[in-house]
């Protein structure tokens, strides 16, 4: 190799390491950030603080202005995750365990509240909710954030599925299972890991949704993402630092988590 070549490599190479550097730093800045301001004790959101604490986190868990849509997103968050394996499960099923027609238009169809823009379906689901007296109620709310997940579910199941061979429940039924004890002993046991990935996975979408809320909440439900909303709108409560700091860290874990099953599924 030529000694122009070699400098063209290793020019490339720097540079492209000051490109993943950046964009690295651009990712994780803003969080790291919050977590720092969140430990201020000024009035006002500002940095460099001017003094240092706790009292954020005092206020928020003192506070029923935050303690209320804390609890009512973590109450509706769990029940949409549990609406979304309910939905979710049976449909990869017969995806991917049944010879129903239009398969595949069936899987596109599962993800279209992930691929249309959120106004725009959050208008059309308004429409629907309306019809049936479900606009500002908590079945309404938890009804969509489980349509909001079922994507995950389907995306993360049927990732699992794909390697996950139907011979093992071949094997079942020549052993003398029925066909549900092959589909729940084996399959379901097997795709396990996924499934509480989705789950999982379910509960983030529900618990930081901020766009569908406004449509469909009405006045009287307060999610944390709109009483976050209308802080930052109408003030600069730095209490929301506090928030802010708490969700990066348990969404980095939730996020952490699943990672950390599918690796221990491979194992398996």
């Known amino acids: 190799m030529s ?3 070699r400098r063209n490599e290793r020019v490339l190479r ?3 390491g000051f490109v993943i550097g950046f964009t690295i730093v651009l990712v994780i800045a803003p969080a790291l950030l919050t977590i720092l301001l969140s430990f201020s004790d000024d009035a006002a959101i500002g940095f460099p603080p001017k003094s240092w604490g706790v009292q954020n986190y005092v206020d928020l868990f003192s506070s029923t202005k935050w303690l209320d849509p804390l609890m009512l997103s973590l109450q509706l968050s769990v029940g949409g995750a549990v609406i979304a394996l309910v939905l979710g499960v049976p449909t990869l099923l ?3 365990r049944s010879r129903v027609p239009f398969r595949g238009a069936i899987e596109g169809w599962s993800l279209v509240s992930m691929i249309l ?3 725009v379906y959050a208008v059309a689901m308004y429409g629907v909710f309306q019809q049936f007296g479900l606009n500002g109620t908590h079945v309404g709310l938890m ?3 489980g349509i909001l997940a079922v994507p995950m579910v389907v995306i993360l199941g049927s990732a699992a599925l794909r390697q996950i061979s139907q011979e093992l429940e071949l094997v079942a039924y020549t052993l003398g299972a029925r066909r549900f004890r092959a589909l729940f002993g084996v399959t379901l046991r097997l795709v396990l890991p996924a499934m509480l990935a989705s789950a999982l996975m379910a509960f983030i979408t529900g618990f930081e949704e901020a766009v569908f809320i406004n449509f ?3 006045p009287g439900l307060k999610t944390l993402p709109k009483a976050i909303s209308d802080s930052v709108m109408y003030g600069s409560d730095p209490t929301i630092t506090a928030i802010s700091a708490i969700l990066v860290v348990a969404t980095s874990i939730a996020i952490a988590l699943p990672m950390a099953l599918s690796r221990e599924e491979k194992r398996t």
């Open 94 to 96: 017969a995806l991917h």
């Open 14 to 16: 720097v540079a492209s």
């Open 3 to 5: 000694g122009a070549l």
């Open 143 to 145: 009804l969509m954030y």
């Open 216 to 218: 469909l909440g009405g």
């Open 117 to 119: 823009p959120g106004a």
